[in-house]
């Protein structure tokens, strides 16, 4: 299986390289150029199968160039109860019919982990396969989830750093302290001075500085990125669909010739753009309802064909979906225009130069004939935990809350998948709130509160959170990161 850009001046590519290389040399985004299908026989034989073989059985028709024993080993170590302790991606029906994908069951409790316990194995195996003896230096620009997800898989994996900023005034208390008092020996975090656009910013500038990555070559380093845009992490969010389609049937919970919907929260439109994936390999998948917060800019998109970032930004109770540009939609404007590399790049100049374009009418009708779109605001939000909590004793975090108030409104006879993205003890200040407890100022009492109140336990990456030390207090100025990166760890 070979790899193209969206854009279609990027060449052919295999699985490895586009894992090591990220972005493709036009600007655009790798993916492959044919999706392979799941026939009859091969889906019974998956309805048998436990999460890591169907993950073996999904990566290796897509990462052609890795040897099976390659990827049983990438595979193995990912998915095991070390990482995964409540299971890896379990099927919750709740008393109303309606099924959760819970995929926060990993190590920092949100489903980045999915994807990032994965793909830094995939990186590394990706260098051996290149034979690339260079040292990667991972630099990560996160607004929280994805930061700490990432040191914790690439923790202790050879040949690789990772080095994470964060803005210090953007994360929340738990999110810093998560990453603050990450072990390990090639790993590093900073604070930079100001909002995420500042993090992101300089992270920008020390990858398109030309001189200082001729320094980094010199010293045999390449600088990469561990974010939703490289296939790696992709890939494995397939595979969780399929999986849970499967589980489903074999709980009863839909017919051999039924479909799910499935309802996703959405930012950058990477684990819904892996659902389609999966629907589009075969899985028995009906409607994929895409679910946003008050940046509502997807639900306007599909259910008008027109994509307008000029908007107003508004910062909600669900943070990682806060987010006007979503990078992987780039994948699915190739898919639905038949692998029209120069119809997307004219769309994506269009974003660039004004913020927004419109589909044409025949991908507008293969999107509407996929996707279904809805928004709710916070309000709604902190309403609908707290009817969940109480009729269905069931505890939403903020984030899957918006996708659960979405199914109810775009929801009909079908059977349905919501997918659940962190554990409510993530954002434990906020679902105080809306179940009208008491918040305490501080957050690690507020994670206290919300076990007392629920009577739920705390996952165990909170448990001693504010007994470790914290090993990292350096905040940079904006221009600091690669003076930082210099002294600290190249
Ligand atoms: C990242 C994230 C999302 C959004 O996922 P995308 O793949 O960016 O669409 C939703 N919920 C949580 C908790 C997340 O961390």
């Not at 969940?388 to 108030?405: G, I, N």
């Not at 090993?471 to 990161?481: E, I, P, S, Y």
Request: charge should be negative.
């Amino acid at each position: 299986m070979m790899y193209v850009s969206t854009r279609g001046q990027g060449g052919e590519v295999t699985a490895s390289q586009a894992i090591l290389q990220g972005i493709a040399s036009d600007g655009g985004l790798y993916l492959p150029k044919s999706i392979p299908l799941i026939d009859d026989a091969e889906w019974r034989q998956l309805c048998r199968m436990n999460y890591r073989q169907t993950a073996l059985w999904v990566l290796s028709r897509f990462l052609t160039d890795y040897t099976p024993a390659q990827l049983e080993q990438c595979v193995a170590g990912a998915y095991n109860t070390q990482n995964f302790s409540g299971g890896i991606a379990p099927v919750v029906t709740l008393n109303n019919g309606v099924s959760m994908l819970e995929l926060w069951h990993g190590p920092t409790s949100a489903f980045k982990d999915m994807a990032l316990q994965l793909m830094p194995r995939l990186f590394v195996t990706a260098m051996d396969i290149r034979q690339d003896k260079r040292r990667a230096v991972v630099l990560v620009a996160t607004s929280g989830d994805t930061g700490k997800a990432a040191l914790d898989g690439f923790a202790g994996l050879p040949g690789t750093q990772v080095a994470v900023v964060y803005p210090a005034d953007g994360v929340s208390a738990v999110q810093r302290r998560q990453m603050t008092t990450q072990q390990g020996d090639n790993v590093a975090v900073a604070a930079v001075d100001g909002n995420f656009d500042d993090a992101q910013t300089a992270v920008k500038r020390v990858f398109s500085d030309k001189v200082f990555n001729e320094e980094l070559a010199q010293k045999n380093v390449f600088l990469s990125s561990a974010n939703s845009i490289n296939w790696g992490r992709l890939a494995p969010q397939i595979v969780y669909y399929i999986h849970a389609c499967a589980e489903m049937q074999r709980q009863g919970l839909l017919e051999p010739e039924q479909q799910a919907d499935i309802c996703v929260p959405t930012g950058n439109f990477g684990n819904i753009l892996a659902a389609y994936y999966a629907k589009r390999m075969g899985a028995p998948i009906g409607r994929l309802l895409c679910a946003s917060n008050a940046n509502n800019v997807l639900t306007d998109f599909i259910q008008t064909g027109q994509y307008d970032s000029n908007r107003a930004f508004y910062k909600t109770t669900s943070p990682s979906m806060d987010i006007l540009i979503s990078s992987n939609l780039e994948r699915l404007l190739w898919l639905l225009s038949d692998g029209d590399g120069s119809y997307v790049a004219s769309l994506m100049a269009q974003l660039a130069q004004t913020g927004r374009y419109e589909v044409s009418d025949v991908v507008r009708q293969k999107l509407a004939d996929s996707f279904a779109a809805g928004w709710c605001d916070d309000d709604a939000t902190r309403g609908e935990i707290n009817e969940v909590w109480h009729r269905q004793h069931y505890l939403l975090d903020p984030h899957t809350t918006v996708a659960f108030h979405v199914a109810r409104q775009l929801g009909d006879c079908a059977p349905l998948l919501v997918v659940s993205t962190a554990s409510p003890f993530k954002f434990a200040p906020d679902v105080l709130r809306a179940l009208g407890a008491d918040v305490p100022n501080d957050e690690m009492q507020a994670i206290d509160a919300l076990t007392a109140l629920t009577g739920l336990s705390v996952p165990s990456g909170f448990k001693d959170l504010d007994k470790l030390p914290e090993r990292f207090t350096t905040v940079l100025k904006k221009d600091g990161l690669e003076a930082w990166l210099r002294s600290g760890i190249l």
